[in-house]
């Protein structure tokens, strides 16, 4: 059985940073594109980041765009989202989902989905 389960969320200033982690079970992050996707209040499910599982290879929407960074810890089969120059518009939950055939932003690719994680950013 397949879990994600994120953790590093909360309420931070804006200008101020968070940590989001995504641990992984039942599958390998090193086989698996690992994407992160936030929904705000009254708002579709977007693409923040993702990590390919073969060469490591990042993308980011532009709008977190050398602010956010995502990595991979393949010992602790991890992945994580550090979020800095937090603004109020990044409010949202913010989930984990792991792909296991494409690397793709679109969010129907991806076959498993954790439950999210809040963030809040206050202005």
């Known amino acids: 059985q397949v879990q994600l389960v994120e953790s590093g969320g909360g309420l931070v200033q804006a200008g101020g940073s968070l940590r989001l982690s995504c641990a992984a079970s039942?599958?390998?992050?090193?086989?698996?594109?690992a994407g992160w996707f936030r929904q705000a209040p009254g708002k579709e499910r977007e693409f923040v980041a993702q990590?390919?599982?073969?060469?490591?290879?990042?993308a980011y929407a532009d709008s977190v765009k050398g602010r956010f960074t995502i990595s991979r810890d393949n010992a602790k089969n991890t992945v994580y989202l550090q979020m800095n120059s937090l603004k109020p518009e990044d409010t949202a939950v913010y989930v984990c989902?792991?792909?296991?055939?494409?690397?793709?932003?679109?969010?129907?690719?991806?076959?498993?989905w954790g439950q999210g994680t809040q963030v809040t950013v206050s202005s």
């Open positions: 989902a792991a792909n296991l055939l494409y690397s793709s932003v679109l969010l129907k690719t991806y076959n498993y």
């Open positions: 039942g599958l390998t992050f090193t086989r698996a594109t």
């Open positions: 990590i390919t599982w073969s060469d490591g290879g990042t």
